[in-house]
């Protein structure tokens, strides 16, 4: 054999042990259970000896068995059960994937997040995201995507969900009786305000006759019933004030925000905001229809606002007067607990100078002659002493007592 070329086969042999210790502590493979690595191996020594071609081919069809395995771990594609409303009030019911869900609104992954319904733990807060070609919304068990042609309504089993799908399906057939109307994504949004405003003032509603029944009858009937009644109707409250803030605050953050606004105005048009936020739109006609629409969606923002301050403010009331009345009723059950105080010191005091008769009269009752039994007086005379004493000396603790102001 040629020195040269055996010095070449030593030289790659070193190389494929090496190879082969470094897979060994990576992943536990050998040569002998791995088909892949055998193939590599044999590739490696067809092209140390010149054969190319058939390394390749080696190499090929090691790729074509280990694809089908890599395909078979990759993680399933989540797919939601999502219902379409178009602008004509037509609802259907579909499965789309998120893949096409990106693909179809153009949107990001991570927006997505905001209103996929398994993630509804980390994302509970109320949010209305503006995109350049839809509009993402979440309040809290309506999970929706506007776009200018359809809206995608998530976990549609909800009740906010249903009650959004029955005011908008209401809202849409109305206006396509010959109403003016507003865009499609608009009376999305409103729709959307509409049905959580009204969840929130129905609940305070329901609420604000028991608060005000339980301060009426409170603290001179104290049972347990009664006080049940309001730790529900308290932490009802403290549950209508926090969804009642979150919404404002978001409403709030929307009107602190103009340039959403005006991408919400020109959402669907064939414009785009400029450098200093001013609307510039291929047709002149469409830039005051957008500047028209940035108004109303302003005022539309402002009404929903002051629905959810003024609902936020009335339960605020409410449990302002239960922790009142809480107050009213601890201190009630103090003074109730300082008077049993006061009754059992009198009693333990009664009980010290009663003790104190007894004692005179045991020592009378012992098996002892004093002489006193002989005398007919004797009997009456102690008896009127122990009570006599045991009055006086009750008065003068209860005096003592009342100057160091203990009853």
């Not at 009644?229 to 925000?257: C, F, G, N, P, Y």
């Not at 601890?330 to 008769?357: H, I, K, P, W, Y």
Request: hydrophobic residues 40%; aromatic residues 4%.
């Amino acid at each position: 054999m040629d020195p040269l070329l055996s010095s070449s086969l030593v030289g790659h042999g070193v190389r494929s042990i090496d190879l082969h210790s470094k897979l060994l502590l990576l992943g536990g493979f050998s040569y002998g259970s791995s088909p892949g690595i055998q193939k590599i191996s044999s590739a490696r020594r067809f092209k140390a000896s010149g054969s190319s071609a058939a390394a390749d081919n080696l190499i090929d069809d090691r790729s074509a068995e280990d694809s089908p395995v890599s395909s078979s771990i990759g993680v399933k594609e989540p797919v939601y059960e999502v219902l379409q409303v178009d602008p004509r009030g037509n609802v259907i019911k579909k499965e789309v994937s998120r893949r096409q869900l990106l693909k179809t609104s153009g949107l990001r992954l991570r927006d997505i997040r905001s209103v996929d319904p398994s993630l509804w733990v980390t994302n509970s807060m109320p949010s209305l995201l503006v995109r350049d070609n839809a509009i993402l919304l979440n309040l809290g068990s309506l999970r929706a995507i506007a776009t200018p042609e359809s809206v995608l309504l998530f976990d549609h089993k909800n009740i906010g969900a249903q009650l959004f799908l029955e005011t908008i399906v209401q809202r849409l057939n109305v206006e396509n009786s010959g109403s003016v109307s507003m865009p499609f994504e608009l009376e999305v949004i409103e729709a959307a305000l509409i049905s959580r405003t009204q969840r929130l003032e129905q609940t305070l509603m329901k609420v604000e006759p028991k608060v005000l029944a339980l301060l009426e009858i409170l603290p001179n009937k104290l049972t347990g019933d009664v006080l049940e009644d309001l730790r529900v109707s308290k932490q009802s409250l403290v549950e209508l004030i926090a969804k009642s803030d979150a919404l404002r605050q978001m409403l709030l953050d929307l009107l602190e925000t103009p340039q959403d606004i005006r991408r919400m105005a020109i959402l669907g048009r064939n414009c785009r905001l400029g450098n200093n936020g001013s609307f510039e739109c291929v047709v002149s006609a469409d830039k005051q229809i957008a500047e028209d629409e940035e108004e109303e969606i302003e005022m539309l923002i402002e009404n929903y606002l002051q629905r959810s301050e003024s609902c936020h403010g009335q339960a605020q009331k409410l449990l302002d007067s239960a922790r009142e009345m809480e107050d009213s009723i601890a201190v009630n059950l103090s003074s109730r607990r300082l008077e049993v105080g006061r009754l059992e010191l009198l009693l333990q005091v009664a009980t010290f100078c009663s003790a104190l008769g007894a004692l005179i009269a045991g020592l009378f009752g012992m098996n002892l002659r004093s002489y006193l039994e002989e005398r007919t007086y004797a009997f009456w005379l102690t008896t009127g002493g122990i009570i006599v004493g045991g009055i006086m000396l009750f008065l003068m603790m209860y005096n003592y007592l009342k100057q160091r102001r203990i009853l």
